[in-house]
């Protein structure tokens, strides 16, 4: 089955820890994306990656890095310059980046909670 | 900076009822419109996309899209308590800025 994967699902940390959360796609796609989602908010785009070696901030990357080492993986590193870390996070591809018809899918994301 | 307005409900049908969800943004040059089903707890599900001014239909599901008033709308027909979720609208321009509301929750009552 084709999809993308996220892990863990539940992620709790203490302040000051830098976290890495896991995402892995087996559809092919080229582009990648990873967003945070708040009560109430919109999903908001932290970064996205075009192809592999390549990533571009999004609206809110300060606190985060990303790297995209192999087409199908792109991990997020929550470090611990991030003020409000605990977040519904979740990571999307589509089939390229700059085609705007092109779907984003989601994986089943995680949720951090750092006390 | 682009705007992507919807209702944050909630709101409220009966069973069978049709479902009218709407949505506007406020980039003029906006190509790409879908829309998202998000369960408690879940991840944004594609149940909709809508590209062209007017009506596209899949099953109980119908996207319409109004370019000129910057609107796009989800009608959900014969809404059954399992359509009962968080329904986001995206917009997407052709410089790839993808936009989401935030979402408006509906409850479908039995």
């Known amino acids: 089955d084709g999809g993308i994967t996220q892990s863990p699902k539940y992620l709790f940390r203490k302040e000051g820890q830098n976290v890495t959360l896991s995402c892995e796609q087996n559809?092919?796609?080229?582009?990648m994306y990873w967003y945070r989602q708040d009560p109430g908010q919109g999903l908001r785009l932290i970064y996205y990656s075009q192809i592999v070696n390549d990533f571009q901030k999004g609206d809110i990357a300060e606190g985060y890095s990303v790297s995209r080492e192999k087409k199908e993986s792109f991990p997020l590193t929550v470090t611990s310059a991030q003020k409000n870390p605990t977040a519904f996070y979740l990571c999307?591809?589509?089939?390229?980046?700059?085609?705007?018809?092109?779907?984003?899918?989601f994986g089943p994301g995680t949720r951090l909670t750092v006390t | 900076q682009k705007e992507v307005e919807q209702n944050s409900g909630p709101l409220s049908v009966p069973e069978g009822a049709i479902a009218s969800l709407n949505c506007t943004y406020s980039?003029?040059?906006?190509?790409?419109f879908f829309w998202y089903r998000q369960y408690s707890g879940k991840s944004p599900e594609l149940i909709m996309s809508i590209y062209s001014n007017g009506d596209k239909e899949d099953g109980r599901f119908t996207a319409q899209l109004n370019k000129a008033s910057q609107y796009v709308s989800l009608l959900i027909r014969d809404s059954q308590p399992s359509d009962s979720a968080t329904y986001l609208c995206a917009v997407n321009s052709q410089d790839n800025d993808m936009r989401f509301g935030a979402g408006t929750r509906l409850t479908v009552k039995p």
């Open positions: 999307a591809s589509s089939i390229q980046w700059g085609v705007s018809f092109y779907e984003q899918y």
């Open positions: 980039d003029r040059v906006s190509q790409s």
């Open positions: 559809l092919n796609h080229d582009a």
